[in-house]
């Protein structure tokens, strides 16, 4: 009688889940972690574009200097996001200048390493599609904030992705201490009515103060239904 090979026991278990944060993670083949202190400086405007970055803990901000000196906040990074993803488009230089604003860990990936993650790991290319779809979104979103909203609405919004709101259905506190002259720089207005408006926020019970800013919930409501009101 002819004996009949039974496959591996474990041949129809499940493998784990691929982790592609924690795989960027492991410091190897062109991939490095780097700690980084506040106010450390991540890479410069001017700075060879080589490497994409990938932030597992902190905020980073996002800085640009005009050809007059002028210095402007672009954004704020969290954990989850790439930055300097440009260089894989052709960017030879960094166009803008990345520090830590709170204690970080960034993973590094250099160039070529990200490249080929991305042709050869189907769940870090997903991942990294998934970033730049959602990093293109809020440009898009960004742009109708500018042209449309008041500044009293942007600076709402802006309030609200600074605390990860949509991320996981609940605001979160502002750890990092963020000056009223970085957010003016962000929604285009200036200093004093951001403080006008932090003012009435607080007021009306949208945001408090604990040592770091916390939102509530309630701030979504002026994003969606803005009311008319004294504005600039």
């Not at 000196?69 to 990345?98: H, N, W, Y």
């Amino acid at each position: 009688m002819t004996k009949v090979e039974r496959p591996p026991r474990d041949r129809h278990k499940r493998t784990a889940a691929f982790d592609a944060a924690a795989f960027l993670a492991r410091p190897r083949d062109g991939r490095s972690v780097i700690k980084y202190r506040k106010n450390d400086v991540i890479f410069s405007q001017g700075d060879p574009a080589d490497a994409v970055f990938y932030i597992q803990k902190g905020k980073l901000k996002v800085t640009v200097v005009s050809d007059r000196g002028k210095e402007a906040v672009a954004s704020i990074l969290g954990p989850d996001e790439f930055f300097g993803e440009a260089c894989m488009a052709g960017q030879l230089q960094r166009l803008v200048t990345v520090s830590a604003m709170t204690d970080a860990v960034v993973a590094r990936v250099e160039k070529t390493a990200m490249i080929r993650l991305v042709r050869d790991q189907p769940d870090v290319s997903q991942m990294f599609m998934t970033h730049i779809l959602n990093r293109t979104i809020r440009v898009e979103a960004d742009l109708i904030d500018q042209l449309f909203n008041s500044s009293e609405r942007r600076l709402a919004r802006l309030l609200l992705l600074l605390a990860n709101y949509g991320k996981e259905g609940k605001p979160e506190p502002i750890i990092a201490k963020i000056s009223q002259e970085t957010l003016a720089e962000m929604i285009g207005t200036t200093r004093s009515r951001v403080s006008f408006f932090m003012n009435r926020f607080r007021k009306l019970g949208f945001i408090s103060y604990n040592g770091h800013i916390e939102v509530h919930k309630s701030l979504l409501n002026l994003v969606l239904h803005e009311q008319p009101h004294i504005e600039t």
